[in-house]
Structure formats: C-alpha cells, structure tokens
C-alpha cells in the first residue's frame, strides 16, 4: 500500500477523533437552542469554567483565594487534601446545576419573550461574567487535568494495524490517541443517554414538549422554567465532558472557551437543533479540517486548520441554510 | 346556587353534579380597558357550559383567567369548593382543567400519538432518576398511559393519522388533535376556546357529535367559548351571555334566546341567526 493512502487514512482516523470533541461542544449549543431558542455564546466558557472548578476542588484549592488574601492579608492557597476523580466529578456537576438555576432565575426569566438578538447578547455577557469568575475563583494559571484518562498514542492499535501496510517499510501502524479513544466511546454513551432521555422519560417528553410550543407545553402542565433549569444543567453537564476531555488533551487554560467558536461551523452543518446533526457536523468538520491540512496544508503556507471550518461553513450557508438535518425552512407567501 | 350538593337533571336525563368551578365577581384590566367587569358565574359537574357573545366581548379573556393565562385584578376563584390562589397555566393544568386554543396550540414537530401523550404528562408520576433505576415501574406506567392515549385517539376517529407528523395536518383535524391532547389529560374542566371556528359544516358537525358524546359517555365538564349560535344552543345545558365585558345573560338555551338584552345585544344583530 502506498505511504500516501496510509497516512490519508490516520488522518481521517485522527480527524473523526477530533470531529468528536468539537461535537460534544455543539451538543450542548444544541440543547439549549432547541429547548428555548437561546444560541449560548458561553457554551465555550461553561466548559472552561467546569473544567477549572474540577481541577480546583480535586486538589483542595481554596475558591477566591486571591480576594481572600488580599481583603485579610491572609496566605492561603488549599485546603491540603485531595479530592478522588469521582467526587470532584458529582461536585463539580453540583456546581454546574448550581449555575443553571442562578442564570434561569437571574437572567433568562427577566428575558422571556424578548428578541433572539438581545438573548444572544445576554449569553456574551453571561459568557464573560463567568470567564471572569472562573479567574477569580481559580486562578488564570494553566493548570493540567489528571482525572486518570489514558494519555499518548495506543500501542495496542499500532501494533494491531501493522500488517495493513502489505510489506510497506515505512508504515507502522496507525497512530491513534488513547485519549480520543476514550473521548469518542463517552461521546458515543453520553449521546444515546440524552436520546434515551429525551424520546422515554417524563422530563424528555416535557422537554420535547417544550422546545416544540411553549404556549402548548403550559397548557399540558409544563413548567418552562424547569424545563429551562433542566436544559442549561444538561448543556453544563455537556460542557463538563468536553472540558475533561480538552483539559485532559491540552491543560485546563483559558483559550479552552475559544473552542466553542469551532462549534459555530460545526452548527452550521448539522443544524442548530438537530442533535444527530451536532454529531455528524463535528465530524465533518474534524475529518474535513485534518484532510484538508494533510493535502493541501502545504501547497497554501499551513495553518489551514483555523479557517477551514468557517469556509465550510459558509458554502453550506449558501446551499443548505437550515443545515443538514435542521428543520426545512419553508417561506410561505 | 351555593349550595355544593345541589344538582339538576337534564331534559334528555343525564345528572348534573355539584358546582365544580366558580368564578365571584371577576374583574381583569389590560391597562385602562376593562376587559371583563364584575363577572360571577358557576359551572357544575358534568355540564356543558357555554360562553357567548359579539366579539370583543370577553369570552376568550374569561377562558384564560379559567385556565391561568391570566390573573384577574379583582374577584375570586373557587374550584372543587376551595379559594384557588393566583397559579401559572402549568400548575391549573396539573390541577386537571385541560384546554384548547382558538388558534391551535400543538406540537407541530411530533406526530399525532405523541401530541395526545404529552396531554398524560400530568399523570405521569415517575420521575427521571426512578426511570433511570427502576425501569419495571416507567414501563408499565408508560402502558398505561398509552392505552389511555389510544382509547382516546379510537375515540376521536383519529387512528389513520397516528403516526402522522401533526404539521402535515389539515387544519380541521389539527383542531380535532388538540381535543385529543386536552382529552388525554382526563381533565375535571375541559375548556375550548371556539372549537368550530373556521369548520365546514361536515367538520362542524363531526366536532359537536364528538362534544356530547364526550361529555356523555366520559361525563366530562365542558366549558366551551362558541360564535355560532345555532350549534351553542344545541350543545349547552346552560349559557353565559357577555357583552363588552360584562355579562348580561345566564341561563338555559331557551331562557338566554328569550332574554331581551341578549336579543338586543347579540341575536338581533347576529347574521346568522
């Protein structure tokens, strides 16, 4: 086999890995789109924000301690003690319901009824309120992620993928990411739990309901507020698996909310209210990005992957407004 | 009128129960317009109650103060014999009063038999995390419920359109889906907002057969908001008459037809009638 293809094919392999952190991102925009019409800027820094605060209580940090020391002149930075993966986890999550009552009871319940635009401005705001709030209880200083996920390339894979070379020298096997690995199977679960959710429980039904005619869902004796409730803790949930698996892949650090502008693209593709469609558009755009890096990276000075999501998703605006899998946009005159 | 254990037996001999919802003195004020003003009527157990009136009279405001939609400034609630505090449609909906709306609220996006069970939502007693751990009990509530949802679809002569995604719907059955939801909830007070409005005669016909048999065979309370008047007399036991807000007629068909301020305000003028 040639080197050429064989590479082609890692590439892809590594692209569809990618593809699915980029979908649990817009997994979450989804949610909440769906739920209440709001496009979550702060998607991004919720991730951000769940990943420093699980960090932060696994190794005993003290939240505000900078404010602390500097109102009481005191010096203290942890508490001593360490808390185990799985706690930090439920607390952490805890926390991120926590966040999805305040931001429903402060903001989005003073807003019901208004323009998608001043929504849309709300959640900037929202966003930048809790990157603030992340530095200010954690600290700005990159820290790393050590929830016990696997790291380096799978040898297992390599070694097992050898002989696809047919005698190519120069071919070891594929070289795939434990982490991804990992990633691409919690993806897989997390997906078919919300699906679960959504189509046999009696929140997914009212959630459903919901997203569909707010007036309809009163009138069977749904309360939007929690369902709203609900939805945000959902997407905070979301958010804190993509954090654990970005923070886990390249440190907890604050460009991490910059991730939630390549959900943007992957949106466009699938649809912003098709959860299929998140999965799917993340991958395409993984594969896609890689690919195209791999081909033609070279021809045009590199560094392709940090347009090439927004290219396709502007030839997609132009054929496909509504997405792949979004609701068909009818206009009747 | 007060009294709760009173009831009246009908012409064509059903039983008519105690006072199940009573509204005192009712006033709602969108700004300076007084929509309804001073307003006292009773509605009893397994009756058809209607509201009539020239439009703009207040019919549909009334219909939403029922339903929660709205809250009077002034006046009292009672339902089942007790004060009800200020609620939210969603909690009036869990107390049993079901409704429909004149301009059709439903899930466009779901299919026919998912719009009628979401109307079971509120007897849907297992929450999340008991589905998550104890899937015996989710289940066998969930066919319960079902078995309810397509009794009531057999009911409406619905079952051709099951699966069909309500969207695709022809407005005249779209109406008769939303009855189907509301019926679903096996509500003590069904409210219908003009069930008949914009309906062909066959499709008119069709949703007043439906209208008595269902309050025939499952007794169920209706108070219904209705333009033509031909079909108010031949389904009401009792009629409330509004005009501009205030309500100038209570009684039987036949008491409402001969009452002079109803025929000046409404029957004299009325086209159709």
Known sequence: ?333 | MLDQSEGYMTADGRQIGPVVMEMKNITLRFGGVEAIKDISFDIREGEVRAIIGPNGAGKSSMLNVISGFYVPQDGQVLYKGALRPPMRPYQVAQQGIARTFQNIALFEGMSVLDNVMTGRLTHMKTGMFAQALWKGRAEKEETENREVAEKIIDFLEIQAIRKTPVARLPYGLKKRVELARALAAEPSLLLLDEPMAGMNVEEKEDMSRFILSMNDEFGTTIALIEHDMGVVMDLSDRVVVMDYGKKIGDGTPDEVRNNQAVIDAYLGVAHDE
């Open chain 1, 1 to 333: 086999m040639p080197t050429d293809l064989l590479y082609g094919a890692e590439v892809v392999l590594n692209g569809l890995m990618s593809g699915v952190l980029y979908a649990l991102v817009a997994l979450g925009f989804v949610l909440i789109y769906k739920a209440s019409g709001i496009f979550n800027f702060a998607q991004g820094v919720m991730a951000l924000f769940a990943a420093l605060t699980l960090v932060g209580i696994m190794e005993g940090q003290v939240p505000f301690s900078h404010l602390i020391n500097a109102a009481f002149g005191t010096d203290i930075h942890h508490f001593g003690w360490h808390v185990p993966a799985v706690a930090a986890i439920l607390l952490t999550l805890v926390v991120m319901v926590g966040f999805a009552y305040l931001v429903q009871r402060f903001v989005f319940r003073h807003l019901v009824g208004q323009e998608p635009i001043i929504l849309f401005m709300a959640t900037i705001g929202l966003a930048y309120f809790l990157e603030g709030m992340g530095d200010l209880m954690w600290g700005s200083e990159i820290k790393t992620l050590a929830v016990g996920l696997p790291q380096g390339g799978s040898i297992w894979v390599e070694e097992n993928t050898q002989w696809m070379g047919f005698g190519n020298e120069d071919f070891y096997g594929f070289f795939i990411d434990k982490l991804d690995m990992v990633a691409t199977v919690i993806a897989a679960i997390l997906v078919l739990a919300l699906i679960a959710f959504s189509q046999y429980t009696k929140q997914g039904r009212a959630m459903r309901a919901v997203a569909d005619d707010h007036q309809a869902a009163l009138s069977v004796g749904v309360s939007l507020n929690f369902i709203w409730i609900l939805v945000w803790s959902l997407a905070g949930f979301v958010a804190l698996v993509a954090g654990i698996m970005w923070g886990a892949k390249s440190g907890v650090q604050f460009s991490l909310s910059l991730i939630a502008l390549k959900a943007l693209p992957v949106l466009m593709l699938g649809g912003f209210t098709s959860i299929p469609g998140a999965i799917v558009g993340g991958l395409i755009i993984g594969v896609g990005e890689k690919l195209f890096e791999f081909s033609f990276g070279p021809m045009l000075g590199g560094a392709t992957e940090n347009w090439f999501a927004y290219v396709l998703a502007l030839i997609f605006l132009v054929f496909r407004p509504q997405g792949l899998f979004g609701e068909k946009i009818i206009e009747r005159v």
